[in-house]
């Protein structure tokens, strides 16, 4: 099946600084979402993109369908940005396969 | 309703006991999927309902997993002579279509099994 692997594992970050999540995934797709889980578990939608680019706020997203991967920034970041960012995506007619998962840590 | 509904929120069961969790997908989203979140762990696929054609069970664990819904509205997992690697988050998310549109998940439910 379609591989999905984020990176980085891990991030820690100062308030105020910028990151950049990466999700690589190893077969075309009509379908790619990025997720923010709050510590408390909830999943939150902040992107359908399978293509292109899109900002919300202080988030944005880009996908290049061609080159099978997808970039979420993060600017300015506050500690209410921590948690854990997934990146999903659907390779035809079957159900989202999520990465591992992007953990940040945002310290005031 | 407004947005993906779960119950119960938490539930802890003694191992071998019969457990049932309920979704309540958003109104007029045809298809709802099941997902399980170990610890730490991402999100692992178990069965999703597509309109009325038949689920796709391919990600249950094993036959104690079952689940069922009724047309396009509510679905139910039941897991049977719970274990202890049973203990998880179960998310349950309903989209427009399988094809097409995003996901909203609810909010779980967290399933400790003593």
């Known amino acids: 099946g379609i591989q999905v692997e984020q990176s980085p594992p891990d991030l820690i970050l100062q308030e105020g600084a910028n990151s950049t999540l990466r999700c690589n995934f190893s077969d075309s797709v009509n379908n790619l979402q990025w997720f923010h889980q709050n510590p408390w578990g909830q999943l939150i939608n902040l992107f359908y993109i399978p293509s292109g680019t899109k900002q919300n706020g202080r988030l944005s997203a880009t996908t290049v369908a061609t080159e099978r991967y997808s970039l979420l920034y993060i600017s300015s970041s506050q500690t209410t940005d921590s948690g854990v960012y997934f990146c999903?995506?659907?390779?035809?007619?079957?159900?989202?396969?999520f990465g591992k998962g992007t953990r940040l840590s945002v310290i005031a | 309703g407004a947005g993906v509904s779960q119950s119960p929120s938490n539930k802890v069961t003694e191992k071998g006991k019969d457990v049932e969790l309920r979704c309540d997908p958003i109104s007029g989203h045809t298809a709802l999927y099941w997902y399980r979140q170990r610890l730490g762990q991402g999100l692992e696929f178990l069965i999703y309902f597509q309109g009325n054609s038949a689920p796709d069970k391919s990600g249950l664990p094993s036959d104690r997993f079952s689940a069922e819904r009724t047309g396009e509205s509510v679905s139910t997992l039941t897991i049977q002579r719970t274990q202890q690697e049973d203990s998880a988050v179960y998310l349950c998310?309903?989209?427009?279509?399988?094809?097409?549109?995003?996901?909203?998940f609810g909010s779980g439910t967290r399933l400790t099994v003593v």
């Open positions: 999903a995506v659907r390779p035809g007619n079957t159900p989202l396969v």
């Open positions: 998310a309903s989209s427009l279509a399988v094809a097409g549109g995003g996901y909203t």
